[in-house]
């Protein structure tokens, strides 16, 4: 069965520091993985996917993430945080496209003005 | 800009009551899920659909919980009859090549 594990609950940065989320998935083959963003009160929003092919994937709003097969994990970096980012963020891992997803608990960022 | 809809967004109902939450799922759509956020146990899927089939409803409580899609415009959520334990933010997503489109959410609050 399929699981992640997002092991900070909270993480505090500063306005303008880098940032990295850590996700880490438990599935057999080469899984599908995705990074959600949902703002206080809002739906999820998709950061950005990686389904096959390089492992460098680029988002939206200057997100990315690295998939690591030795290391199970996906984790979500940018470089320069904004107080806009203040967010909870999801890791989600899916076993084929357009299947259902599995959830982790998610991080929630805070930004030091 | 196509989006999820869902109604209502927020319902105070008291425990034994009937709930029906609804989802239009954007146009084009073939695949629409159900899904039940708390802080306890987090975003759970609860149902998803293809085309309108149900595919999988093992998250949903199926003695009180329901989950249809009379046609491809609407998805619908019941709870009958409706616990405290129910209370929860309640997501309707629909999907397209592997991205899921979230809606805004039911809040719903069974006293």
């Known amino acids: 069965a399929q699981s992640v594990t997002q092991p900070d609950i909270h993480i505090t940065v500063s306005e303008g520091a880098s940032l990295e989320l850590r996700c880490n998935y438990s599935?057999?083959?080469?899984?599908?993985l995705f990074w959600y963003v949902q703002s206080p009160g809002q739906g999820l929003q998709l950061l950005l996917k990686?389904?096959?092919?390089?492992?460098l994937v680029q988002g939206i709003k200057g997100f990315e993430a690295e998939f690591k097969r030795s290391q199970s994990s996906f984790n979500l970096r940018k470089p320069s945080v904004h107080w806009s980012d203040a967010a909870e963020y999801f890791c989600?891992?899916?076993?084929?496209?357009?299947?259902?997803?599995?959830f982790g608990k998610g991080t929630r960022l805070h930004i030091l003005p | 800009d196509a989006r999820v809809t869902q109604t209502p967004r927020h319902k105070v109902t008291e425990m034994g009551q009937e709930v029906t939450m609804r989802c239009q799922p954007i146009?084009?759509?073939?695949?629409v899920f159900w899904y039940r956020q708390t802080m306890m146990q987090g975003l759970e899927l609860l149902a998803y659909?293809?085309?309108?089939?149900?595919?999988?409803d093992s998250g949903m409580p199926k003695d009180r919980f329901s989950a249809e899609m009379p046609d491809a415009t609407l998805a619908t959520l019941k709870i009958q009859p409706s616990e405290p334990r129910d209370s929860a933010v309640y997501f309707c997503?629909?999907?397209?090549?592997?991205?899921?489109?979230f809606g805004p959410g039911t809040r719903l609050l069974v006293l």
């Open positions: 599935y057999g083959a080469t899984p599908y």
């Open positions: 989600a891992v899916g076993a084929k496209r357009d299947d259902k997803i599995i």
């Open positions: 146009l084009g759509h073939n695949t």
């Open positions: 997503a629909s999907g397209t090549v592997g991205t899921q489109y």
């Open positions: 659909f293809r085309n309108r089939a149900p595919l999988d």
């Open positions: 990686y389904f096959s092919g390089d492992t």
